[in-house]
């Protein structure tokens, strides 16, 4: 590695969705260590499979940081048990995230529950949702980062869908909730740098890098490697840090094409991209 690309290797993170189908958690600390990534996020499925304390024992061993967990949220719901019972899931999240020593949190808050057409009840949900499990993330030390997504996602996934949304919540909030700015989702958002500058750095948790395909031919799994489609990462990347952000370039590519790919290629890969086009 050439002396100066080390300050950008060394924010580079894998989230472990870009490699979920070929590798488990054991299997990606280790391809991360050997290929020089020093920062991993992994999504809390391939956490359970290995175990929090296993999970965090392996980083430290290889001396990689945490700079998110994949994901708490999912508030909304049709019932009271059902509400309840994501309350309670999230309080777990929490707990793994500390456990790691995780910069962040991630919520993806959910969408409409089941049958429902109250988008603004579902807003409310979120709200309560967050506000019922923020004492025990600060008391925890985990700050917790609200993802908005793009509005294709509102109905299923996400009912936040703009930064700006995302940051009146954190407004309502208080201390200890922040956003996580992913380009797929706010790239699009003619207010997108107004809301980042609007953030700044306390509030800016968490960054997440793929890229948007012309044609995207699936809503879920047809991110794009950087640079392979039309985001303009550099540019974004330095208003982002412009505004505060000091953290992880966190690299989250959801795509059936590279889950197709030898993981060890598309990690290699990542790495160029990331120093090439960011
Ligand atoms: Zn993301």
């Not at 965090?56 to 309840?84: E, K, N, W, Y």
């Not at 550099?234 to 982002?240: K, L, M, V």
Request: net charge negative; charged share 25%; with cysteine.
């Amino acid at each position: 590695m050439a002396s100066a690309d080390a300050p950008l290797r060394s924010k580079l993170s894998l989230n472990t969705a870009t490699v979920r189908e070929q590798w488990n958690l054991e299997q990606m600390i280790e391809a991360c260590a050997r290929q020089g990534i020093s920062r991993i996020s992994p999504w809390r499925d391939k956490l359970d499979e290995l175990g929090a304390d296993k999970t965090a024992s392996l980083l430290r061993t290889h001396d990689i940081s945490v700079s998110g967990l994949c994901r708490g949220g999912m508030f909304p719901a049709v019932d009271q048990a059902a509400r309840d019972a994501a309350i309670a899931d999230n309080r777990k999240a929490i707990d793994d995230a500390a456990t790691l020593g995780a910069d962040c949190l991630v919520l993806v808050v959910g969408g409409l529950p089941s049958g429902s057409r109250d988008l603004v009840g579902a807003r409310q949900m979120v709200l309560d949702g967050i506000s019922a499990v923020l004492d025990h993330a600060r008391s925890a030390g985990v700050p917790l980062a609200i993802e908005p997504l793009h509005p294709m996602y509102c109905a299923d996934r996400c009912c936040v869908n703009t930064l700006d949304q995302a940051l009146d919540m954190c407004d309502q909030l208080g201390h200890g909730v922040g956003i996580a700015a992913d380009v797929y989702h706010f790239w699009w958002d003619p207010n997108y740098l107004t809301a980042l500058k609007r953030a700044g750095k306390s509030r800016l948790l968490a960054f997440h890098l793929c890229d948007w395909l012309v044609p995207t031919k699936d809503l879920l799994v047809d991110r794009g490697m950087m640079g392979d489609g039309i985001i303009d990462l550099r540019t974004i990347r330095q208003e982002i840090e412009a505004c505060g952000y000091t953290g992880a370039h966190e690299v989250e590519i959801l795509s059936s094409r590279w889950w197709a790919v030898d993981p060890e290629m598309v990690l290699t890969t990542v790495i160029e991209r990331h120093q090439a086009v960011c």
